[in-house]
């Protein structure tokens, strides 16, 4: 397989079919206008600024669709946040965690399957940077077929149409003659951005990369091995997932503090209470409600005080409360752009932002800041800028959250119904109740199932796992709620025994039952 060459600020168009490469060099020295210059060889019917799933989507359905595309990220960063920071590594690093725990064996064989006493970070950081250069090789093939010209470095806007690529490792301040040396200029008839965001960062905190880190700096550090307490600030979605990995690591305690008396809100507030207890029972601690006010490392160790009085000291702070839009760098009010206070666009539900010709899609554009919509919110906006036939985002898509154990969720929940006085009913299959999940987990296996309906039309309002497999299963609730279907379509369906899929059925059946019905 021939693989992808990145030529810093060589416009590198590959074939489709993988019959060479060709380079085509752009003459700094030409005496024109960035402008014009940028018109002759440079010109795309679509450029793409960031490389991660919606940025990849759209650029490999536009090329489908017959467009010139070009694609702007940095060498070290191409397939995204996704890959590199986000949902890839952190998503291995749970496998990681998993083996080397033997978390899924305790259950049948209790302390006769004892842990690796000492499990380094090098031993869970190896098989995340395999699984990273495995899905670079995949993305950056993906774009070679389709023809997609990747380019470069760091993306600005001279002008709604124009943009300039500057080396990643360029240097602000360096001179005029250097920059026109150095930078080229794109022009794209559309323009999709997607740079995805980085973790906030509050100014309280000293960031070293050692002691106290953030979600990006977690992968480059080689020192947690050594951590046997950790203190993780803030209970979003990538600090539970984080908190809950750390605290299966033996010898490990997890402190979790948030200024919010509740976490993970959206999520159904059953599982929410099973997912603290299973993490409670684990050995984690949960500080909610509490504001931290002073900061202090000293002595390899961090002191943490605490408005309510009580103070702790920690070997490390791993700090994850919100992410910020990648946006400071493309100086978008050369476009005639903004961005919100986080650093996010606001679009329309083509993915168009104020500008009509230029899109955004992805983390950059907020909630629900998902790889698997993101791909989704890609593909749809190239079908907006060049098809007759541009389509909709499916309002229905599954939500996966992957602490451990995983928990994942599509529909409604028992708030959302209960505020929007919408009456229903509910049935619930523990997985302890069948015998696949015993075969996985032993007699005690965590997690269930619940469905939620309409008791009088028995129409489908959500499905909530939480446990082994949850983000796999929840597919199948999700494909039931998209057709419109009802709770006795689970009932009446013939599912594998034995198999994790069938709570579904005994869900079904439970909830029918509190109704009267067989």
Known sequence: MMRSVLLPFRFTTYSSCFNGLNVRKFSSAAQTSPAVRASLENSFDLVVVGSGPSGQKCAIAAAKLGKRVAMIDKKSMYGGVCIHTGTIPSKTFREAVLYLTNYRQRGFYGKSCVPRNEIKSQDILDRVRKVEGWETDTIMDQLNRNGVTALEGWASFIDPHHIEISPADSNKEQSSLDSERSNQIVRGEKILLCPGTRPARNSMYPFDGKLIFD??????????????????????????????????????????????PTFLDFVDNEVVSALRHIMSRQGATFRLGEKIMKIETKANKVKIDLESGKSMSADALFYAVGRQ??????????????????????????????????????????????????????????????????????????????????????????????????????????????????????????????????????????????????????????????????????????????????????????????????
């Open 325 to 518: 839009g990648n946006t400071d760098r493309l100086n978008i009010e050369s476009a005639g752009l903004s961005v919100n206070k986080r650093g996010l666009f606001s679009v329309n539900p083509y993915f168009q932002t104020s500008i009509p010709h230029i899109y955004a899609a992805g983390d950059v554009i907020g909630f629900p800041a998902l790889a698997s919509t993101a791909q989704e919110q890609g593909r749809l906006a190239a079908h907006h800028m060049f098809a007759s036939n541009p389509g909709s985002m499916n309002p229905i898509f599954p939500y996966g959250i992957y602490t451990i154990p995983e928990v994942s969720m599509v529909g409604k929940s028992e708030q959302d119904l209960t505020k929007e006085k919408i009456p229903y009913e509910i049935g619930v299959a523990s997985f302890e109740e069948t015998a696949k999940g015993q075969m996985i987990g032993g007699q005690h296996v965590d997690g269930f199932l619940k469905i939620l309906f309409c008791p009088t039309t028995r129409k489908l309002f959500g499905v909530h796992v939480i446990g082994e497999n949850a983000t796999e299963l929840i597919h199948i609730g999700q494909a039931v709620l998209s057709l419109g279907g009802t709770v006795e379509y689970f009932r009446d369906s013939i599912f594998n025994y034995p198999t994790m899929a069938e709570t579904y059925r005994v869900a079904a059946l439970d909830g029918l039952g509190r109704l009267g019905i067989l």
């Open 215 to 260: 979600s990006d700096m977690i992968l480059q550090n080689e020192h947690w091995g050594e951590i046997r307490h950790l203190v993780v600030v803030g209970a979003g979605v990538i600090a539970m997932e984080y908190a809950s990995m750390f605290n299966n690591l033996p010898g490990v305690r997890v402190t979790i503090i948030d200024e919010r």
